[in-house]
């Protein structure tokens, strides 16, 4: 992200707060540094202080925005959201702001967190316990009743996905290995699959571009 964009969004987020602020929503005066956070590839993450609390809020790219029925999409994932929140799966969600999640400042869109402390589990390190956890709750979502009456064919990408990967592999992206373990579990990439290398990548014992099946 350049300078001029990162103060773009920085003027946005602070003018978000303070209408929302003026609207009855206790979200409080922006006070001090809005600060970056790592970790996202799409769009972009902020830490803001204000007088009333500490939250985390989401800057949605504003080419990914310009995509048509992109609202839809994100309405489906906010429907989702509220399921797993109806059936008790642990999940940060949005803040919701008479029922809208999703806002809008300075031309751009943004969601709004509580901000939760927390830190990446390292491959190399994760306990057992962690992954009974994990376990847990992904028991817990595959258990969650469907309730569609009629099976529906899958909606099927139309982007091809190997042409990006051969891209991110010729200019040595760190994007590659992700890319390329996504389409792989996505059964979209013809290779062959090592059941030693799985069970390697469930334990951890594998440096991160190895992760996966391949």
């Known amino acids: ?32 540094d809005i600060l970056p956070v790592s970790g996202g590839l799409m ?56 029922g809208k999640k999703m806002l809008k400042a300075d031309g751009r869109y943004f969601y709004i967190f509580k901000w939760q402390e927390g830190q990446i589990t390292d491959w190399n390190h994760i306990s057992e316990e962690q992954c009974n956890k994990a376990g847990e709750i992904l028991g817990k979502i595959h258990a969650i ?38 389409l792989q579990w996505a059964g979209t990439v013809n290779q062959k699959f090592s059941s030693e290398k799985d069970i390697c990548a469930v334990l951890g014992e594998l440096p991160a571009p190895e992760k996966g099946m391949v």
Not at 49 to 72: H, S
């Open 145 to 182: 009743d469907p309730k569609n009456d009629e099976e529906s064919d899958p909606e099927l990408s139309e982007i091809d996905f190997r042409r990006y990967l051969k891209k991110a592999k010729e200019k040595e992206c760190s994007i590659a290995s992700c890319l390329e373990l996504s």
């Open 43 to 98: 769009h972009k993450m902020f830490k803001v202080q204000t007088d009333k609390g500490t939250y985390a809020v989401k800057c949605l790219n504003p080419e990914i925005m310009k995509r048509p029925g992109v609202f839809d999409n994100y309405g489906r994932a906010e429907a989702l959201e509220a399921i797993l929140e109806d059936n008790d799966i642990p999940i940060v969600t949005a803040l919701s702001f008479k």
């Open 1 to 32: 992200m350049t300078e001029e964009q990162c103060s773009e969004n920085h003027l946005a987020i602070t003018d978000l707060f303070t209408n929302y602020s003026q609207k009855g929503y206790a979200l409080g005066r922006v006070i001090g």
